[in-house]
T-cell receptor, first 110, second 116 residues
Framework: DAKTTQPTSMDCAEGRAANLPCNHS???????VYWYRQIHSQGPQYIIH???NNETNEMASLIITEDRKSSTLILPHATLRDTAVYYC?????????????FGSGTQLTV | GAGVSQSPRYKVTKRGQDVALRCDPI?????LYWYRQALGQGPEFLTY????????KSGLPNDRFSAERPEGSISTLTIQRTEQRDSAMYRC??????????????FGPGTRLLVL
């Protein structure tokens, strides 16, 4: 799976949009971008995933650049409960490697 | 709730003892994963199963670590002759196991292991 690069930490004011960037310049054509988050000591929680189109769900929006080398997770109205470590993960849809490869993530503080 | 459950939640053991960590996945989930998480780091893959078959154990650090899922549901991760460096949070996750591979993994609360 391709390697991802994220900022170590970010701050966001409550009620404002939180924009979390991720670089994945070596992503392959069949690799999806996933976002998970981990609040304090809880287990990681799935947020959203996408291949090349922008995606939106009840939690967040995912914007993927046209060349797919980077993406941004957007939390439209951040609250205190969104304080967490956010992980950007690139993973192939098929093949033998089914596990998630977590990096260090971004510590978002609201 | 019908989420992933793990037991025990906390385990303190003495160096050299064997420990068994249990994971009960979401009902109907085909795939089950084990991860280990050190403090301040992201989870690190250990092994995974589809039904009862262990598909990949490349992340197990050495032969003191083993896992089984005999009936394709509950899984046990066993660490023999524990060492202090085995202290970590051990997390289990399960997923539907869709053939296409684009799927969500649901994580349990973890077992915090402390080896004295």
């Amino acid at each position: 799976d391709a390697k991802t690069t994220q900022p170590t930490s970010m701050d966001c004011a409550e009620g404002r949009a939180a924009n979390l960037p991720c670089n994945h310049s070596t992503i392959s054509g069949n690799e999806y971008v996933y976002w998970y988050r981990q609040i304090h000591s809880q287990g990681p929680q799935y947020i959203i995933h996408g291949l090349k189109n922008n995606e939106t769900n009840e939690m967040a929006s995912l914007i993927i650049t046209e060349d797919r080398k980077s993406s941004t997770l957007i939390l439209p109205h951040a609250t205190l409960r969104d304080t967490a470590v956010y992980y950007c993960i690139v993973r192939a849809a098929s093949g033998s490697a089914r596990q998630l490869t977590f990096g260090s993530g971004t510590q978002l503080t609201v | 709730g019908a989420g992933v459950s793990q037991s025990p939640r906390y385990k303190v053991t003495k160096r050299g003892q064997d420990v068994a960590l249990r994971c009960d996945p979401i009902s109907g989930h085909v795939s089950l994963y084990w991860y280990r998480q050190a403090l301040g780091q992201g989870p690190e893959f250990l092994t995974y199963f589809n039904y009862e078959a262990q598909q990949d154990k490349s992340g197990l650090p050495n032969d003191r670590f083993s896992a089984e899922r005999p009936e394709g549901s509950i899984s046990t991760l066993t660490i023999q002759r524990t060492e202090q460096r085995d202290s970590a949070m051990y997390r289990c996750a399960s997923s539907l196991g869709l053939a296409g591979g684009v799927e969500t993994q649901y994580f349990g609360p973890g077992t915090r292991l402390l080896v004295l």
